[in-house]
T-cell receptor
Framework: NAGVTQTPKFRILKIGQSMTLQCAQD?????MYWYRQDPGMGLKLIYY???????DKGEVPNGYNVSRSTTEDFPLRLELAAPSQTSVYFC?????????????FGPGTRLTVT | KQEVTQIPAALSVPEGENLVLNCSFT??????LQWFRQDPGKGLTSLLL?????REQTSGRLNASLDKSSGRSTLYIAASQPGDSATYLC?????????????????FGKGTLLTVNP
């Protein structure tokens, strides 16, 4: 059981380039999330999804896009990368149930835009 | 808007000491509160989850308490060890806004950097 996996672990982009951060979970969780963590700051929600085909914006969605074609995968797309997008990106998932809604996090992708 | 504050921002203690990390939140209408541990360059590991109806949760040497009415939670670590050195984050999940459910959002504090010296 791999849990939540993210690729790549590290990436350096030039300004204006695009890339997709991959996230997958094997726990059959309906809810998935993308967060960014800037140095010395708490995590901020970029986008989330409550199931395949359903996505919505979080606190800081500008400059990003997501899609959710399957329950397992939730990729995050950066278009026209900017230095302000230098951050560590975390993907998370949680089950849809009447229980705790605990979120499970991936190891993160460290992105530098220069 | 919910704000989560963690005090202190950094804490250094000798091995074996008992310690308390604090978390406060401005909106008491929360669904639950989750404590995480983050090691340098790593992801978040969930430590404890406290539902809004609970007062505390325990796991090994860790005990988390919740006082929803005053907007506070504490994480107590007993007999600290160098392996406990990490950043500890608390996060609150908001109550659903409607039946469609907005009970997904976690609002995070900035964390407390704990160093346990041998």
């Amino acid at each position: 059981n791999a849990g939540v996996t993210q690729t790549p672990k590290f990436r350096i982009l030039k300004i204006g380039q695009s890339m997709t951060l991959q996230c997958a979970q094997d726990m059959n969780h309906n809810y998935m999330y993308w967060y960014r963590q800037d140095p010395g700051m708490g995590l901020k929600l970029i986008y989330y999804s409550v199931g395949a085909g359903i996505t919505d914006k979080g606190e800081v969605p500008n400059g990003y896009n997501v899609s959710r074609s399957t329950t397992e995968d939730f990729p995050l797309r950066l278009e026209l990368a900017a230095p302000s997008q230098t951050s560590v990106y975390f993907c998370a998932s949680s089950p849809f149930s009447g229980a705790a809604y605990e979120q499970y996090f991936g190891p993160g992708t460290r992105l530098t835009v220069t | 808007k919910q704000e989560v504050t963690q005090i202190p921002a950094a804490l250094s203690v000798p091995e074996g000491e008992n310690l308390v990390l604090n978390c406060s939140f401005t909106d008491s209408a929360i669904y639950n509160l989750q404590w995480f541990r983050q090691d340098p360059g790593k992801g978040l590991t969930s430590l404890l989850l406290i539902q809004s109806s609970q007062r505390e949760q325990t796991s090994g040497r860790l005990n988390a308490s919740l006082d929803k009415s005053s907007g506070r939670s504490t994480l107590y670590i007993a007999a600290s060890q160098p392996g406990d050195s990490a950043t500890y984050l608390c996060a609150v999940r908001h109550l659903p806004i409607n039946s469609g459910g907005s009970n997904y959002k976690l609002t995070f504090g900035k964390g407390t950097l704990l160093t346990v010296n041998p």
